[in-house]
Nanobody
Framework: QVQLVESGGGLVQAGGSLRLSCAAS????????MGWFRQAPGKEREFVAR????????YYSDSVKGRFTISRDNAKNTVYLQMNSLKPEDTAVYYC????????????WGQGTQVTVSS
């Protein structure tokens, strides 16, 4: 069982930056692939980024590539999402999620943190 708690959301002006954190419980954090997703009002949840168990491999959606950076600190059981050059269309509830490397579906989800980007 893994519990995930996001933090770091808030209100920021377009062009600004935020760093989201996701703290995980348990002693097996380093065995999970971690991902960030987001859901804007009236839209389906969409993939943002993911990072491998060791942190040496990352993957981003086209909409955030070059602006967002995912990282992890396995010693602190935490995954981060650094968001730069934010746009109003980045406004959404951001969720972190965890899955084992050998499955496709994310098993554990956090409660989400709101990010609002004003124009």
């Amino acid at each position: 069982q893994v519990q995930l708690v996001e933090s770091g959301g808030g209100l920021v002006q377009a062009g600004g930056s935020l760093r989201l954190s996701c703290a995980a419980s348990g002693r097996t954090f380093s065995s999970y692939v971690m991902g960030w997703f987001r859901q804007a009002p009236g839209k389906e949840r969409e993939f943002v980024a993911r990072i491998s168990t060791s942190g040496d491999s990352t993957y981003y959606s086209d909409s955030v590539k070059g602006r967002f950076t995912i990282s992890r600190d396995n010693a602190k059981n935490t995954v981060y999402l650094q968001m730069n050059s934010l746009k109003p269309e980045d406004t959404a509830v951001y969720y972190c999620a965890a899955r084992r490397g050998y499955v496709k579906e994310y098993t554990y989800w956090g409660q989400g943190t709101q990010v609002t980007v004003s124009s």
